[in-house]
């Protein structure tokens, strides 16, 4: 009788590798990674496992077929095969991402080494990259490719409302006429009504003047852009004048970390030793009560040590820093700072490392496009941020007023007259 086939123990599996594989050898590991994602992958599509039995399977493996050039990784190029089915075909996500993001720093690296930005370096880079003998055609045929999807998704149509909006800018250094420059790229992320992230946007500047800030907060609008319940930013001039003037009466948070580093530099060293600590205990408040004591705190300490700078800082940015507290407590971690754009920040700056110089703008953009579209897709298809944020926002917003109507009740003055007054006195 033939015994049916048994799945295999891919922990196990993984271990045997593991002991079998010789030092400088871990590319055999990252190969059994991968393939092993596109097998999970495959099975999540058909709704069955290998060799699995199931009324409910849609189609059936039909082998595999080997991916016509490796992977090209840091660790070595990595083979990889693609599952075949009976009916239709089968890409893995995996690939289709590796695909964008390479072909820009394919385009991007030799882009940069026939504009003569590198010397040995970069032909040692071709080698260790497996890209040595890389043609100019081949680089023109990448180059066009991804500009096209990078474009298409800087132009695509925008919702109409967000819950949360945050916008920042990181600079990089750019190769132009002028020689090389220092380039703002500015980048607008957003919290969508049904509760996921997405990338909105990316745009390069000179600088982060109001006409840059403007041209991009205008062009997010034409898109289709309205209203976002809240915008979180840092606080440049430029972008909050642009702002007020693309999206008026709209609110913005001033990001309270930016903030709390801004006080630095209103005490001497000697004073931060206990301005910090009180600063601290403000910014990470988990109630309206806490907020309002730890202010209360800072500002006496300020005026019985008189340091009318810091007080006067303080009076001036009050406002700015306490627009989060009006929303549901249980959103304050993600909008009172810019750190959740902060943090994509790290990972472009990552990313741009090895190309320390672009060669031109569009290099910049391709790169940029192309990280920031891949997160734009893993985020609006991928895990929720905030669930509900609208229905939240609101629900906390009935609340505020109930609880402000029965602030007013309590503090009501006595409606009694006066001469009911006197006979109360007199008993």
Not at 65 to 85: D, E, F, H
Not at 129 to 140: E, N
Not at 348 to 372: H, N, Q, V, Y
Not at 421 to 427: D, I, M, N
Request: with cysteine.
């Amino acid at each position: 009788m033939t015994q049916p086939k048994r799945k295999k123990n891919e922990g196990d599996e993984l271990v045997k590798i593991i002991h079998e594989t010789m030092p400088g050898e871990l590319v055999k590991v990252l190969e059994y990674g991968i393939q092993r994602f596109i097998d999970a992958e495959l099975s999540d599509r058909l709704g069955v496992e290998p060799y699995e039995r199931s009324k409910d399977r849609n189609n059936y493996r039909n082998g595999y077929r080997q991916r016509k050039q490796p992977l090209s990784t840091a660790i070595g190029p990595v083979s990889v095969k693609i599952p075949k089915l009976r009916k239709g075909s089968f890409y893995p996500s995996v690939l289709e991402h590796y695909q964008r993001i390479d072909r820009a720093m394919i385009s991007i690296i030799t882009g940069a080494y026939f504009n003569g930005v590198s010397t040995r370096k970069m032909n040692k880079l071709f080698t260790d990259m497996g890209l040595a003998d890389i043609d100019r055609s081949l680089v023109s045929r990448c180059a066009s490719q991804i500009d096209k999807e990078v474009q298409t998704w800087r132009d695509r149509k925008l919702d109409q409302r967000y819950a949360y909006v945050w916008i920042d800018a990181i600079y990089t250094k750019v190769r132009t006429e002028r020689g090389v420059v220092s380039t703002a790229v500015l980048i607008a992320i957003a919290l969508k009504e049904d509760g996921h992230r997405d990338v909105l946007g990316m745009q390069l500047g000179n600088s982060e003047s109001h006409q840059n800030w403007k041209g991009f907060l205008q062009s997010l609008k034409a898109r289709g852009l309205e209203r976002s319940e809240l915008w979180i930013s840092d606080e440049h001039d430029g972008l909050i004048k642009a702002l007020h003037e693309c999206f008026p009466g709209q609110l913005r948070q001033r990001c309270i970390i930016h903030w709390m580093r801004n006080a630095k530099d209103k005490v001497s060293e000697t004073d931060l030793r206990w301005l910090m600590p009180r600063v601290k205990i403000l910014v990470n408040s988990s109630t309206k009560s806490m907020f309002d004591m730890a202010w209360d705190d800072l500002v006496r300490d300020a005026e019985a040590r008189g340091r009318e700078k810091l007080l006067n800082w303080q009076k001036s940015t009050y406002h700015d820093i306490v627009i989060y507290l009006d929303f549901p407590p249980s959103h304050w971690s993600k909008i009172k700072s810019t750190n959740p754009i902060e943090r994509l920040n790290q990972e472009l700056r990552r990313r741009e490392k090895c190309i320390r110089i672009f060669p031109d703008e569009k290099s910049c953009t391709r790169l940029m496009g192309a990280i920031l579209q891949g997160y734009s897709d893993d985020w609006t298809t991928g895990r929720i941020y905030l669930s509900n944020p609208i229905k939240t926002i609101r629900e906390n917003q009935v609340s505020q007023r109930t609880d402000s109507a029965l602030v007013r009740d309590v503090l009501q003055p006595c409606s009694a007259s006066s001469t009911e007054l006197q006979h109360v006195a007199k008993r």
